[in-house]
């Protein structure tokens, strides 16, 4: 039965095949014969099926899937159509038929004949017609009554089932509908029975069509409003299983929407602990879930130890010394929770009263154990337990109660509101973190003594019923802030009193020293102190400006000269003559803290700046998550400033009508307060016509942000104030209000992240890389491409964007930033006419691809990626490359690339691939053209992928996105690897060779082809079938480059020019290049001979740009790192001048490394097919490095010919000593590492 239907299939087949054939050829081949060629062709086919079909129908029943799909009535369909579409190509004298292909034939009325016939012969043609259509309306009636048997409500879940069978019936319906048109214009309502039976089937579809429906909109609902449950980690604990059991059953065991590799990593995140070490050893796959869960189950559903583990809990229940509410409750709690969970093991516990209250008694404290005999009614009967738990439960009850009480005491105080309360926190544990050294433990309230001490000026004072806190200015049962005697102070002396006192003048706790935890402020000024404190302040305030109006010149004391000194090094500098302040420009806004509520902070606003920055202080305020940032911060002060991290921000100006994201850099301190001092506010005339963004600007206070010129060009405004007199400070407007500043010199900062990304990079070529697997998720991303990617029709890949879970939530708004940077760019235009023209070819010749149109209608999601010119002038095709910036953050703070996978490095080894390459005589290098543009991005992720464009200033801004993979987004490397890789594999069974397919999978060093052969033939080949096995994919190959002519003389071509090698994350070509008419490497020396000085930051630069993978200059690379490793053992800054003598040597290095363009390496080994092939390894160490090398030997008519394979070096750490014996054994370890790489590289040869 299945090989019948496998050679139907096969028939199958071979007819598709046969109209994609026939729709290709060209007009010129669609003669008379070769089109009743191809309709000879199609019948075999057909006949062929025909004849299977009789065997197969004997062999199965009426309820075989083959005969309740009908799938003999829908090949004939497509037999019939594809029939009669090559049949209207066939010349015929009636001129008046469509020289376009028919499409659908079964719509197509045939023209009558030429020749002439009766009026019965055409009404006999007529009704055969008719009685055939009615036939196949019949035969649809019953595949589509066949159908909707099969459907049954109950047994229809899940979403997807209910969805394919809905759209199963409709694909039945849709063919008896559009028959039905055609019957009904011929019938003109004459045929009663057909019209009753289609209407019949027209409700039947109604009806089912509404049940489908309204069930998946029911499943999607109760989906949407059911709440998510939080299943709780389970660490191995025998009393935790069964609850964790029961729930992860119900929420993920049973659940059929998720697969068993979804359920596995729910299960594995969910363990902790010895649970967890049980099943770490099984990687996530569907197969390992069901053994994974039964491990489990193996170990911890045990009744025995479940039952032990709750005895133990009940059993330890701790003896306090005296009685409190925690203590009582937890008894009371505990008792329930264990017991339940033996009842559910099924145990009988209904006799176990007089056992559990003799036991529970023993953990009562003296006085509650008397309570509850006092309670006792009966006390010579045996006590049950019920009422044992209700005694305690009225005995914690009655204790809050009181204690309830005494905190409604304290309230009735006279003092205002808000400093009868303790100071909040979002914390709960406020006091226990603050206050803890504060806290006295005693028995009885008496024991405490009179203190007239002020710290610790709280002590926790308790007994059964209430907690209390000692004040430290009276000794008595309340806070600094109850206290009557510190309220009849004055304002002066409270002030000092707070001081004497060594209290927080916010909160007046003592908190030794920490920072003060309440985000309280005054409810006066909104300053950082007691409201109580008021007063005091301000008139300090008032003191200081009248002392600041009163003094001039002449009366300058020498204190005022070194004050105003100091003030000269900050950003504002004090006149002599009338003692006012040159301003900076300060403002006032809102800043969105992590629980959603703004924070009014004052911002410095500098366009001298070249990143924002927001102190350690503010930071701690916002409490937002931070990102690790490693760097330094110059401009800020002498000395260079550690930074703490990176902050999102969302700002908003304090009318709330303009609001902007930006990212700042912590730093510990910023800056002084500004102004320097406080004086009294000027009577400039303009003051009072516009709305200042900082009000206070003459009151000194301390600086929260510091905003840098990026967000200062977004936020100036066309406004400006200036007076005659010179000494007077402008005012500018802004978004955020009037600024006033004056003329006076700002920060330089500049924020130097020490990112050690290009040592690395450098190193990485340095060393003999080593394969590792694959992590979990990297795994998961493949088997997500896999799941998801599919092959269109033309041959080219459509995959989808291995998005992160939960992205719709992480991802904000980004349109407003891609206009901004879209407008800076068309500024660059104005500026740069080249540049331009450029930019919009590039544009253009997207949108002539295909490959980016215009946007769809914003869907539920969608972002925005900002984009910006790279100009390549060593570029052979693309003198400009536009890049997208997939990782720009939007309004939250993500970015796409934030919420994306990057998926596993699937890039080759270049070490590898370069020895495998050398192994050929002939050999060549091809380009894959806008490789990653040739693979599409799903319809759905392409709205993830918006850009704005328009190609004049005075057109309107357009939303356009990109329809192909994206080059700056994190996955595209991977998603074009991958799709290289499964056209490898989808070809693999067709008529391509091993080696051609292996080139594929494993010569491909980013966009560009290295391989070769042993033989011109052989050559040849291979070149022609990777040009037909890529195109397959819809990818071509072009830039070939080889050491042969023949292999040159390809369409389209572009000159034989030299390969230069790359980075993997670089477009850049870096120093190692091939000459393939003489086929030998050599160096293009990136290290320029200049007088410049000299800094440890512009070493390493220059270091960096020598590139030798494989090491063929090794003696050189070496002595360019014990150059840096000299440099770092300096420990000098990055941007520090290098002493003298080393500058001296790097010179002297730098003329010589300029001979190494001469140098010329044979790029061949000498390496025949199947020949012997001798390689010799030499390795040695001195104290300072070690290092190997590996040679091939090769023999050829007693002539032999030796080439330097690889070579590698090491340098010894600089902190641990090593002596030369164990030198030499490191060395020897290398070039064992080194030889075993090339020993696999060249396996194919008698080594």
Known sequence: MEDLQANQQQMVSGMEQLLSN??????????????????????TYWQEFHNLHLQVRELCDENHSYIVQNQYGQVLDFYTKTKDYIQSFLPTEDKSRPSTPIIKPSNFNPPPSTSSATPRQVDRSINSKLDEMLRKQSSNFRAFKRTLANIDL?????????????KTLSVRWNRIDSLHWELDSKLEGTNVAYEQE??????????IKKAINKKIWSTAHQEQFTPKLDIPIFNGNYHQWVPFKDLFTECIHNNRSLSSAQKMQFLKSKVRGEAERLIQHLQISSDNYIICWDILNNRYNNPKLIFTSHMNILMSLPVPHQASVTNIKKIHDTTQECLNAIKNLGIDISTWDPIIVYLLTQKLDNETHHDYVQSLKCPRELPKLQEFLKFLEQTFTSMESGRRKQDNTHQKSHIPSNQNQYPKTSKSNYFKQSYASNRVTTQHPSNISSRGSASPNLQAVKNKNFITYT?????KDHGLFFCQEFLDMSPQTRRKTVTKLNVCQNCLFNHQGKACLSEKRCRECNENHNTMLHDAFRSYSNKSQNNANVKNKSSMSSEVENNRVSISNSNVTQQNN?????????????????????????????????YSIISENAAQRLALPRRNCKGSIYGVGVKPNSCKGVLHLTCSSMDDNYVFDTSVFIMQNLIKQLPNSTFAKPSWSFLNNIQLADPDFNISRPVDLLLGADIYSNIILPGICREEDQSVPIAQQTRLGWILCGNTKTYQCNVILNNIEQIEKFWETEDITEHFDLSEEDLQCIQYYEETTKRLSDGRYEVRLPLKPGYEKQLGSSKN?????????????????????NYKAFIHEYLALGHMKPADSMGRLECYIPHHGVQRPESTTTALRVVFNGSCKTSTGSSLNDVMYAGPNLQQDLQELLIKWRQFEIVFTADIEKMFRQIWIHQDDQLLQKIIWRDCPSSALQDLQLCTVTYGTKAAPFLAMMTLKRLANDERRNDYSTTAIQALEKAMYMDDLLYGAHSMTSALELQQELIRLLQSGGFNLRKWNSNKEELLNINNNQDNKNFNFKHAHSSKTLGLSWISKQDIFTFQTKITVSEKKCTKRSLLSEISKQFDPIGLIAPITLRLKLLFQKVWQLNLQWDDELPEEIQVEWINMKHGIKMIDQLQIPRWLGTKENSLVELHGFCDSLERAFGCAIYCRTSKNHHSMVVLVAAKTRLVPIKKPITIPRLELNAAVLLSKLMNKVVNCLSTYNI
């Open 22 to 43: 026939f729709k290709k050829d060209g007009a010129y081949r669609r003669t008379a014969a070769h089109i009743k060629k191809r309709l000879d062709s199609l019948d």
């Open 471 to 475: 004040c430290p200015l009276c000794s």
């Open 817 to 837: 930033k891609a206009i901004a940077h879209f407008l800076s760019m068309e500024r660059k235009f104005r500026k740069n006419n080249s540049f331009e023209q």
């Open 154 to 166: 109950d047994l229809l879940t899940d979403n997807w089932e209910l969805e394919d069978a809905l």
């Open 198 to 207: 289609f209407s019949v089937h027209e409700r039947s579809f109604s009806d």
């Open 578 to 610: 009338d003692m006012t302040e040159i301003l900076l420009a300060t403002a006032m806004l809102k800043v969105q803290a992590a629980d959603g509520t703004y924070k009014i902070m004052r911002t410095l606003i500098d366009q001298g700046l070249q």
